[in-house]
């Protein structure tokens, strides 16, 4: 490899840049669909905005986590560095394969897909028009993240805030009172009792999920010691104030009962503020969403394949660009894994509904070990420095371990046999696994 192919990551991330990637990763399509099943499982309007609340509180039980081991091992492999220091190869590369192969690719091509479907809908382009859409969305995103850090991370802080904007636009028509449904109160029977909120909150934390990413941003941030916790702090704030803002408006218009008779709940309060125009509106909405979404998940998703090459010996993918200040080489190997996805989405267009399924399971297992993880890595390296700790230890942590088995839990029982294909996806890893050890480098973890 050249010297500039041996160059290591520049930080070049200010707080502003990493709060915007993880609000822009998390704020995605989820809001616009999973406050109705919300409301299905909640008696009344104050336990549906309360939890949307617990939500919040959840993710940032988990950030504080997040935050002590970044500040505290910094690297662009994020999660998997973190289990391989604490519980090994082995489960850090099972791990790295759950990620690459299933969890994070077929996050970006499901998203690319609801483009394509929203884009479809303002000018078709035929039969196969929502694939073509999605495709020209990941390549288009894929050359841009190519270009440079500094030329995605600019794409994304203008996404995000586009974004931010369009949901408070949802939330200043609400706060009007445009609409009149507010003002009914929910039927008796229009809601479950208490018993179901369980599942309310795997919906919820589905909504918030991506938090997480932040983690493969920690060798691209100026100051990590210093500017993790804010980069978390802030982005859980933000997106926190968003959702319960957002959804006190869906209750102002629609009302408890309407909101859960409605299938397209954004769409329903646009129409009240833009009238027919509206559902155009909410389209437009929705695909700034997933541009947002997908731009940043390629930014984040490609770190963990540059680390994985480092760790493997792989020559390609652990070339790191010093011009571009990026992994361009690892960008287009995850890209051509979503970019098959997205093409197999043409024949299977119920493939976001079973991504979710089978990825969920995995998700909340290895989320759950990094929880782990931080216990182990107190007990084994002491006298580390920790420029942040996460407070309340060990109640915090082990908090955030009980809800990651909880929501493990609930995921395996509401999604039956696609958890199970999920876990057929993680087993397979286990041969390839085998030989990775042999390619493993011999040097110990940093």
Known sequence: MTHQDQAKPRATLSVLDGALMMVGIIIGIGIFKTPQLVAMFTPNEWVFVGVWIAGGVATLIGALVYAELAAAYPSTGGEYHFLRRALGRDV????????????????????????????????????????????????????????????????????????????????????????????????????????????????????????????????????????????????????????????????????????????????????????????????????????????????????????LGQDLSLEKLRVWDAVRNNPRNAIVAQSAIAFVLVCFGAFARDGFKSMVEYTAPVFWFFLMLVGVSLFVLRQRDPDRERPFKVPLYPLTPALFCLICAYLLYSSLAYTGRGALFGVAVLLLGVPVMLWARGKQSAVPAE
């Not at 929203?118 to 995103?141: E, K």
């Not at 493969?216 to 993790?228: C, E, F, G, N, P």
């Not at 389209?283 to 940043?296: E, F, G, K």
């Open 92 to 307: 850090s590369f099972l791990f790295a394969w759950a990620r690459t192969t299933v969890i994070q690719t077929g996050a970006i091509a499901a998203v690319a897909y609801v483009l394509g479907d929203y884009a479809q809908g303002l000018l078709s382009l035929g039969p196969y028009g929502s694939t073509v859409y999605a495709a020209i969305a990941l390549l288009a995103l894929t050359a841009l993240n190519i270009a440079g850090t500094y030329e995605s991370k600019t794409a994304q802080n203008i996404l995000t805030l586009v974004l931010v904007a369009a949901m408070l636009l949802i939330v200043l028509i609400g706060f009007m009172g445009m609409g009149s449904a507010a003002a009914k109160p929910a039927a008796a029977s229009g809601g479950s009792g208490y018993g179901m909120l369980g599942l309310a909150m795997v919906f919820i934390l589905l909504t918030y999920g991506g938090w997480n990413e932040a983690a493969y941003l920690s060798a691209d941030v100026r100051d990590v010691r210093r500017d993790m916790i804010r980069i978390l702090l802030t982005g859980t704030a933000i997106v926190t104030t968003v959702y319960v803002l957002v959804n006190i408006a869906y209750l102002m218009v629609l009302g408890m009962d309407g909101l859960r008779k409605s299938d397209t709940i954004a769409a329903d309060v646009m129409r009240t503020g833009f009238g027919a125009a509206g559902a155009t509106v909410v389209s437009l909405i929705v695909c700034v969403a997933a541009l947002s979404t997908m731009n940043a998940s390629i930014f984040t998703g490609a770190r963990l394949y540059h680390a």
